[in-house]
């Protein structure tokens, strides 16, 4: 039996194409495993910080955020929401940017870390976006992020220690650094078997079509 393919997703919580392609991966794993000869397959999330030099309590709109930062015109900005905010709806994800938090992600990635040696990443990672992007929480602030925990089940107490300690910043930077070895210079970034990179949030399509290849590999070298 061939062992299961790796995925090494980097991204963002503040990132709403991070979002939008997690659901497109998770769309793809489910159309590749209706497949014949599926492999298991292993998604593991990885830190990546868009914006690190941003406060943990930004002042200001979604809107105004991104024509400070990028000098566009509010019009402009107020359009692209708009269409960003569309294209999550076929995802089924129900953006709110009238009521997203801006803040710094730094804990927010920990909290990820945390939560994956305390097996439950995946959740994690879903209960940070949705809490970000859908529910206008705050997932800067370490008491903010304990309380997202402890609904996942995690110890409240024991995440604030393991947070305001910096427990996990070495491998937040771990993260960051392999980054920029693969050369990743935007997010969502997609590893797959530690061979293929695919960028953005593609269609569920071309996930399948890259797991069918890797597995197609695999049967013909032996594996």
């Known amino acids: 039996?061939?062992?299961?393919?790796?995925?090494?997703?980097?991204?963002?919580?503040?990132?709403p194409w991070c979002y939008i392609g997690k659901r497109k991966l998770e769309n793809g794993l489910a159309a590749y495993a209706t497949g014949e000869n599926a492999l298991e397959v292993e998604v593991e999330y990885h830190s990546f910080e868009l914006s690190?030099?941003?406060?943990?309590?930004?002042?200001?709109?979604t809107t105004s955020y991104l024509a400070e930062r990028k000098g566009m015109p509010v019009a402009q900005v107020e359009q692209?929401?708009?269409?960003?905010?569309?294209?999550?709806?076929?995802?089924?994800?129900?953006?709110?940017?009238?009521?997203?938090k801006h803040t710094n992600t730094v804990k927010a990635h920990q909290l990820i870390h945390y939560a994956k040696a305390h097996g439950v990443q995946l959740e994690a990672k879903e209960r940070l976006l949705k809490a970000y992007f859908v529910e206008g929480r705050h997932v800067g602030r370490v008491e903010d992020l304990a309380d997202l925990a402890a609904e996942m089940g995690l110890d409240r107490d024991d995440v604030v220690r393991s947070l305001n300690a910096d427990e996990y910043l070495p491998a937040v930077h771990a993260d960051q650094q392999q980054a920029v070895a693969y050369g990743i210079?935007?997010?969502?970034?997609?590893?797959?078997?530690?061979?293929?990179?695919?960028?953005?949030?593609?269609?569920?399509?071309?996930?399948?079509?890259?797991?069918?290849?890797?597995g197609s590999e695999r049967v013909e070298v032996g594996q």
């Open 185 to 214: 210079q935007g997010v969502p970034f997609f590893v797959i078997d530690g061979r293929y990179g695919v960028s953005g949030a593609q269609e569920a399509a071309a996930f399948v079509q890259v797991l069918e290849q890797v």
């Open 1 to 15: 039996m061939s062992e299961s393919i790796k995925i090494d997703v980097w991204s963002d919580v503040a990132c």
């Open 80 to 100: 692209m929401l708009e269409r960003v905010t569309g294209i999550a709806s076929d995802v089924g994800l129900d953006y709110d940017f009238g009521h997203v």
């Open 52 to 61: 690190p030099d941003t406060p943990v309590d930004f002042e200001g709109t």
